[in-house]
């Protein structure tokens, strides 16, 4: 009988120390498995040596697809293109840093094969080594969003196994900002759960600013939820509501003779009703700039040059 082919999906953005090393460790445990599979690299538009590098692996990778993006796309777009040119009966996502370790990719399969799980999770058993403020904002945002949109991505990972028929259905989806963890589980599909522990970067250092990280939780969240346009709207109501009280406190104390004082309430309420209808305009733009990004249609990434080492069989 034919072996499953796999596809293992690699996003590189400037790795030029580790990738090379990292794929053939790969390769190595793939083949000590005997794992049919194929690689399909991405390079998201590195300016170093990565490239290089890639083409370095088609003289020992026999079954070896790259992409090189022609900028910079970001990690969720460079997910798109592989995920895009995968072939495999089952595609595996991982990063290229060995943060996700490999040894558990026989175990992955075996789950798919054996128990038809058509999504194997990878979860983080514990978040590794993290700098504390890095640690503390993943968890606001995890349960920011777990609030707003009921998707739950605590210790979720982008380490994932998914069968053909569920990268199908992702391709099907037509946005053009992407959040691969949270749209893999958007689709639904018989899915099971594995922990890895997160191992150290074998090098380099992680490609992810607090700006990066912000886009990533404001496209997260806006494109899983509308509570926050909601939210305007309720607190639009609570200070209507307040605003009655107040307007009849207000005409009372004027035709009691009382008025004039009372400078206090006018700034507070200043402040508070100004603060809150710029948030909430800056909220409605948020979704308007994602509407404007969706309506222009533009590709979610462009490939520049590609390497295709396609075995025959
Ligand atoms: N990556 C990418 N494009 C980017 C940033 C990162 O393709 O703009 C890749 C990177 O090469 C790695 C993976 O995404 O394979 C995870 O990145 P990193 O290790 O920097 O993130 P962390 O592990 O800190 O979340
Ligand atoms: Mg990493």
Redesign the pocket.
């Known amino acids: 009988m034919e072996k499953n082919l796999i596809s293992l999906v690699?996003?590189?953005?400037?790795?030029e120390t580790i990738i090379y090393e990292n794929i053939i460790t790969v390769k190595n445990i793939l083949e000590a498995n005997e794992i049919n599979y194929e690689f399909i690299i991405?390079d998201?538009g590195s300016k170093d040596y990565t490239w290089v590098e890639i083409g370095r692996l088609k003289t020992h990778i026999i079954n070896l697809k790259a992409y090189r993006l022609s900028r910079?796309?970001?990690?969720e777009a460079?997910?798109c293109a592989g995920l895009e040119m995968a072939s495999g009966d089952a595609v595996i996502v991982?990063?290229?840093?060995l943060?996700h370790p490999p040894e558990v990719i026989p175990q992955m399969i075996k789950l798919w094969e054996e128990q038809s799980f058509e999504v194997v999770d990878g979860v983080k058993k514990s978040r590794g080594r993290e700098k504390t403020l890095n640690f503390l904002s993943a968890g606001l945002f995890y349960k920011l969003l777990d609030k707003f949109s009921g998707i739950n991505l605590k210790n979720a990972s982008?380490f994932k196994l998914m069968d053909a028929k569920v990268v199908d259905a992702w391709r099907m989806l037509p946005e053009k900002d992407t959040f691969f963890r949270a749209m893999s589980f958007w689709v639904g599909f018989r899915r099971t759960s594995l922990e890895f522990e997160v191992a150290e970067?074998t090098a380099?250092?992680?490609?992810?600013s607090v700006i990066?990280l912000l886009k990533l939780a404001i496209t997260a969240i806006t494109s899983f939820s509308s509570i926050p346009l909601h939210l305007v709207s309720f607190l639009g109501s609570l200070f209507l509501i307040g605003s009655f009280a107040l307007g009849i406190h207000t005409l009372y104390m004027k035709f009691s003779g009382a008025a004039v004082s009372g400078f206090t309430t006018v700034i507070l309420l200043l402040l508070i009703i100004g603060s809150t209808l710029m948030i909430s305009l800056g909220i409605i733009g948020e979704y308007i700039s994602r509407i404007y990004n969706e309506v222009k249609r533009r590709p979610r990434y462009i490939i520049s040059e590609e390497i295709s080492n396609k075995k025959d069989n």
């Open positions: 690699i996003p590189v953005f400037e790795e991405v998201d910079n796309f970001g990690k460079a997910l991982m990063d290229a840093d943060q982008d970067r380099g250092k992680s490609k992810w990066s």
